[in-house]
């Protein structure tokens, strides 16, 4: 059960063969994900497959903890071959790199996770998300580059493991590899002088993967995509209709995936406001940048041809006409083109005037299938039918 100077221990060659077969699994695991196309048919494998994924992760992130503990009270089996320093250093080099992979690439995969929104859920009946982890595209798209590169990581620390590995079977033939197989000794059980190359050597290379997004200008996510967008106008609307002038604002929408709702929203719109406060009468129009919409976990999917096919139809428009109903109570009935079809739209909105200063929140329910939205998902286990709209803004009076 317990290592010697010679030889591991059941535990510790449990602990061994247990990570390294979910390790690997999940990285074939993320290797199909990745390459299978998102569409209606792949939606419901696609989701088996990363919560197993992400399942997997934290059994190994937790494994893990367990491991190191166990290694911190147990003895650790000396190098066969202490007189090889050069092959020695780089044995356990490789060594610590692989205790780092098995905190970093499952902990990093749990913050995309917490970041994110929606689609596949950890299988546990425990919570979801990690604490300190705001629900954030960037903090996504950053774990995301730490993920990735320590995929990388232990591509190449598992090739030149299992290489050492054969080397010692094959060639040296020292019973290394039947040590961690089965138990049996193997090495001279005499003083062996810790070296700090090794695992300051892994430690270098780990913080450089932690670092990279930090330091290295990243491909642009969704989130900071948007943000540029807003630097560019979508359309110059018409002059005489800007009797308000917005401020600030949000536009939102909700659907359920798989379930559970996923939230995103257009960083980048502009609406033209005329209202007149005696009547309550006005009207308004939106002119909305799809292509800076971000939707969690599945903003590509979204922005793909099967629903809002962002690069064929860049902009979306509502035109309505505003009437008061009582009180702070209004509505603004009008049309909603969106991905080339024109659908009748009536949103529902609170309005307060305070002396030049407007705000104003409401919100409308549409029906993906009016627009053509996601033919290929024709019931609702996969994704709703129903898209919660909501929008607030503030808007002050335009100067004459």
Do not use: C
């Not at 009946?125 to 595209?137: A, H, I, T, Y």
């Amino acid at each position: 059960m317990f290592n010697t100077a010679t030889r591991y221990g059941a535990i510790a060659r449990f602990f061994h063969w247990t990570i390294a077969l979910l390790l690997l699994t999940d990285l074939v695991l993320g290797l199909i994900g990745e390459n299978t196309p998102r569409n209606a048919e792949t939606a419901g494998q696609l989701q088996t497959l990363y919560s197993v994924h992400k399942t997997i992760g934290v059994s190994v992130l937790f494994l893990a903890v367990l491991r190191v503990i166990w290694a911190l009270v147990q003895p650790r089996p000396v190098p066969v071959h202490p007189e090889r320093k050069a092959e020695t250093i780089l044995a356990e080099t490789i060594h610590w790199a692989l205790y780092g992979a098995i905190f970093v690439m499952p902990l990093s995969g749990w913050v995309i996770h917490s970041a994110e929104s929606g689609f596949a859920p950890i299988l546990w009946p425990f919570g979801q998300n990690l604490p300190f982890v705001p629900k954030s595209d960037e903090i996504a798209h950053m774990a995301g580059a730490v993920h990735g590169l320590s995929a990388l990581v232990i591509y190449a620390a598992v090739a030149l493991h299992v290489a050492g590995a054969l080397k010692h079977a094959i060639i040296d033939r020292d019973g290394v590899l039947a040590r961690m197989l089965s138990g049996a000794e193997a090495g001279t059980p005499e003083r062996h002088r810790f070296a700090a190359l090794p695992p300051l050597a892994a430690l270098v290379l780990w913080g450089g993967v932690l670092a990279f997004p930090f330091v290295v200008p990243l491909p642009e996510g969704p989130e900071a995509m948007a943000t540029a967008a807003m630097e560019t106008p979508v359309a110059e609307l018409a002059a005489e209709l800007s009797g308000w002038i917005v401020q600030d604002g949000s536009l939102s929408i909700s659907v359920k995936q798989m379930g559970a709702p996923v939230t995103g929203s257009f960083a980048n719109w502009t609406a033209a406001i005329a209202y007149d406060e005696a009547s309550g009468v006005g009207e308004v129009s939106v002119t909305i940048d799809t292509t800076s919409l971000t939707l969690g976990s599945v903003t590509q999917q979204a922005l793909g041809a099967e629903f809002f096919n962002a690069e064929a139809y860049k902009t979306a428009t509502f035109d309505g006409e505003i009437s008061r109903l009582d009180g702070a109570r209004h509505q603004a009935v009008g049309t909603l083109t969106l991905v080339g079809q024109t659908v009748p739209v009536t949103l529902d909105f609170d309005l307060t005037i305070d002396g030049e200063t407007a705000t104003m929140s409401g919100g409308t329910t549409l029906d993906r299938r009016d627009f053509g939205m996601g033919a290929g998902y024709g019931d609702e286990a996969t994704v709703g039918f129903a898209v919660e709209v909501a929008t607030e803004l503030t808007a002050q009076r335009a100067g004459d």
